[in-house]
């Protein structure tokens, strides 16, 4: 068989069957190739959008965590608020229990306030000590005016008790209104923190909404990452079939080039041989590599 002739066989297929063969490989690895390039980047795209996902719901939980804190702290403060205001009020029912039984004490002592007032009866006990200690009286004079005194002390001594009544009762009502103000304040920070703190919860709540939603799409990021990672893997298993297959069909190509050239040197030693032996009988001179020819047949020594 020539040299030249392409249809050299090797094995089932002919050289210009593999050469086509492994051009057509070449190909369709190529377009693997551009095709599993292209998978390879939308798994990094997608990779990097989970990433980017993950990192936007760490930031939003963060922030959810702190508004969480600053509303239990204000939930804290409402409590000890709440606390505060109580304490005032029942403070208040106590002073007005305390009020209403003074003001029942002194209604039933007012039943008893002297004709004479505090100043009046005062006035005439200090007359009367001073007649008793100034004047020349006898004991029998003097009785009278001893007994009287202390009728007027006894009389006094009704004042004295109506005034510490009044003041106890004043006094309860004005810590009563120095409570009501103070529960009043309590009420009016109470209902301000309690409206932050309820911002607070509803911006915490309206994060986790958004913590939701967005899990979603790192949900929808990371199954189309393993979605085309599958592809890819299964794609370069059939890219690395394919570069097998040109590397085996390669070898034979590679075998059969080689056998091609031996047959080429064979054909051209034969036909060197042949010509040698033709200036031989003629009685021409051989070139070098002609006498080499025929001395490694044996035919020149």
Not at 77 to 98: C, D, F, M, T, Y
Not at 242 to 268: C, D, F, N, W
């Amino acid at each position: 068989m020539p040299w030249f002739n392409l249809r050299l066989e090797v094995g089932d297929w002919t050289l210009e069957a593999l050469e086509q063969k492994v051009a057509e490989l070449n190909r369709e690895l190529g377009a693997v190739k551009e095709k599993l390039d292209d998978l390879d980047s939308q798994a990094q795209k997608w990779a990097e959008k989970r990433s980017s996902v993950h990192e936007r719901i760490k930031k939003l939980q963060a922030e959810a965590s702190d508004l969480r804190s600053k509303r239990d702290a204000l939930n804290e403060k409402v409590h000890e608020l709440k606390g505060l205001r109580e304490k005032a009020r029942k403070k208040q029912k106590e002073n007005r229990v305390k009020t209403s039984k003074l003001s029942e004490e002194l209604k039933a002592l007012m039943k008893r306030k002297p004709p004479l007032s505090m100043g009046e009866t005062q006035r005439k006990i200090g007359s009367l000590e001073w007649k008793i200690q100034t004047s020349s009286l006898t004991l029998e004079e003097e009785k009278p005016l001893v007994e009287q005194v202390k009728y007027l002390e006894t009389q006094l001594l009704v004042h004295k008790q109506i005034q510490k009544l009044k003041g106890n009762i004043n006094e309860l009502r004005t810590q009563n209104e120095k409570l009501e103000a103070e529960a009043k304040s309590f009420h009016e920070q109470l209902s301000e923190v309690a409206e932050q703190s309820q911002t607070f919860h509803e911006k915490s709540l309206e994060i986790l909404n958004q913590i939701r939603a967005i899990r979603v799409q790192a949900d929808v990021a990371h199954t189309r990452y393993v979605w085309t990672t599958q592809q890819s893997q299964e794609l370069h298993k059939k890219y690395v079939n394919i570069a097998g297959q040109i590397k085996s069909l390669k070898q034979k190509l590679r075998r059969a080039e080689e056998r091609k050239k031996a047959e080429r040197q064979t054909e051209l030693l034969t036909e060197l041989e042949k010509k040698a032996l033709e200036k031989l009988k003629r009685g021409e001179k051989l070139t070098l590599e002609e006498f080499k020819v025929l001395a490694e047949k044996g035919i020149l020594k």
